[in-house]
T-cell receptor, first 114, second 114 residues
Framework: GENVEQHPSTLSVQEGDSAVIKCTYS??????FPWYKQELGKRPQLIID?????GEKKDQRIAVTLNKTAKHFSLHITETQPEDSAVYFCAASSFSGGYNKLIFGAGTRLAVHP | DAMVIQNPRYQVTQFGKPVTLSCSQTLNHNVMYWYQQKSSQAPKLLFHYYDKDFNNEADTPDNFQSRRPNTSFCFLDIRSPGLGDAAMYLC?????????????FGPGTRLLVL
């Protein structure tokens, strides 16, 4: 079946540094790529998403890049802060079993140290 | 304002004792999803409803059932919970079933099986 690989599984940075999380996907028809942030015991929250008609999208300190040829997309967080510490999940849309659904990566645990 | 509401937030049940988790939404979205999330793992899709049309994932155990009596409410029934069913159960909604539709998650119900 379709899958999404996410790296690294854990990431530790100093406050103020940048963090990059990378995902690759297998379904060449995927055209929607959201990123979710999940703090401990809380719901996954959408932080940014990108659709296949653009290569990059930015929202303040967060940016996502997409390379459809290589089938990978990345999350970039600049000027990291302790409150950025959480688990981040990438996902890719996939048409499977007659409907569209999201295929999630395994997650990256980001720790930002003051 | 809460848009996707899940009750209860914590549920304790006994091995083999049926349990029902509930989800409601104020977004008037057509699609409602149920995910299972175990510790440090990505959400795993169990099934979803597009309006009244039910779609089961191929690997969802028969022990899990769902009901959607109206647009706003969706229930997850676990007929005979086992110890392996202890997890966070997340409800999500999206406006349509299209590939670019954002999914909005509820806060989850953490299920403990004794």
């Amino acid at each position: 079946g379709e899958n999404v690989e996410q790296h690294p599984s854990t990431l530790s940075v100093q406050e103020g540094d940048s963090a990059v999380i990378k995902c690759t996907y297998s379904d060449s028809a995927s055209n929607y790529f959201p990123w979710y942030k999940q703090e401990l015991g809380k719901r996954p929250q959408l932080i940014i998403d990108i659709r296949s008609n653009v290569g990059e999208k930015k929202d303040q300190r967060i940016a996502v890049t997409l390379n459809k040829t290589a089938k990978h997309f990345s999350l970039h967080i600049t000027e990291t802060q302790p409150e950025d510490s959480a688990v981040y999940f990438c996902a890719a849309s996939s048409f499977s079993g007659g409907y569209n659904k999201l295929i999630f990566g395994a997650g990256t645990r980001l720790a930002v140290h003051p | 304002d809460a848009m996707v509401i899940q009750n209860p937030r914590y549920q304790v049940t006994q091995f083999g004792k049926p349990v029902t988790l509930s989800c409601s939404q104020t977004l008037n979205h057509n699609v409602m999803y149920w995910y299972q999330q175990k510790s440090s793992q990505a959400p795993k899709l169990l099934f979803h409803y597009y309006d009244k049309d039910f779609n089961n994932e191929a690997d969802t155990p028969d022990n899990f059932q769902s009901r959607r009596p109206n647009t706003s409410f969706c229930f997850l029934d676990i007929r005979s919970p086992g110890l392996g069913d202890a997890a966070m159960y997340l409800c999500a909604t999206s406006g349509q079933q299209g590939a670019g539709e954002t999914q909005y998650f509820g806060p989850g119900t953490r299920l403990l099986v004794l």
